[in-house]
């Protein structure tokens, strides 16, 4: 199994500024996705993060909001740019492993309060 | 796209069966995956279902028919601790996953 560490875990932030979640993995891994969980919500999928190339959002998410890096295939970044309090949620880092596709991993998320 | 339905909130009590169903339509069936989720925390994956049939894991277990666009999540001998979210997942062709509602059960002693 592919093991995720993402950081930060938590923060506290400011309207009007931006935040950058990291995301790494201990293999390579064809695929990294990122998730949001807005509060008593379900995960909604934000963009598809692909290696050497812009990322693939889905809709109503966009690159001006939510810029995503992977310069290899064990990282990746997604940043929340000026953030209001709707964008209060926790974001998810997910990976689809070579050979192990019965499992969709997941990080720890970081839990962002915007104030 | 996707459309999955799974039920709100479901009650149990301790030592008992609880029997979390989801439906599902789908453009596109890579798997149907099953996650526990406690309040705060990221979710745990609990199984995974590609072909029709049970897969048992522990007190756990999860049945798929592809044909129905159905799945249940049953959960055996239920302890308090397995009090949280369960998340019935759809993974597409294209290796994303979408995600039901989450369905909130509740153990009672």
């Known amino acids: 199994s592919a093991v995720i560490s993402q950081k930060p875990s938590r923060d506290i932030c400011q309207r009007g500024t931006s935040l950058t979640i990291q995301c790494q993995v201990d293999?390579?891994?064809?695929?990294m996705f990122w998730y949001r969980q807005q509060p008593g919500q379900s995960l909604t999928l934000i963009a598809t993060?692909?290696?050497?190339?812009?990322?693939?959002?889905e809709s109503g998410f966009v690159i001006d909001k939510f810029p995503i890096s992977r310069p290899n295939l064990t990282f990746s970044t997604l940043t929340v740019s000026n953030m209001s309090p709707e964008d209060s949620s926790i974001y998810l880092c997910?990976?689809?492993?070579?050979?192990?596709?019965?499992?969709?991993?997941f990080g720890q998320g970081t839990r962002l309060t915007v104030v | 796209g996707q459309n999955i339905d799974q039920p709100t909130e479901m009650t149990a009590t301790e030592g008992a069966i609880v029997q979390i169903n989801c439906t599902y339509q789908t453009s596109g069936f890579n798997g149907l995956f099953w996650y526990q989720q406690h309040a705060g925390e990221a979710p745990t994956f609990l199984s995974y279902n590609v072909l029709d049939g049970l897969e048992e894991k522990g007190r756990f277990s999860s049945f798929l028919s592809r044909s129905k666009g159905y799945s249940y999540l049953l959960l055996k001998e239920l302890q308090m601790k397995d009090s949280a979210s369960y998340l019935c997942?759809?993974?597409?062709?294209?290796?994303?996953?979408?995600f039901g509602a989450g369905t909130t059960v509740t153990v009672r002693a």
């Open positions: 997910s990976v689809e492993a070579p050979g192990m596709n019965t499992e969709a991993f």
């Open positions: 993060a692909n290696q050497g190339s812009e990322a693939t959002y």
């Open positions: 293999s390579q891994v064809t695929m």
């Open positions: 997942a759809i993974r597409s062709n294209d290796y994303k996953l979408s």
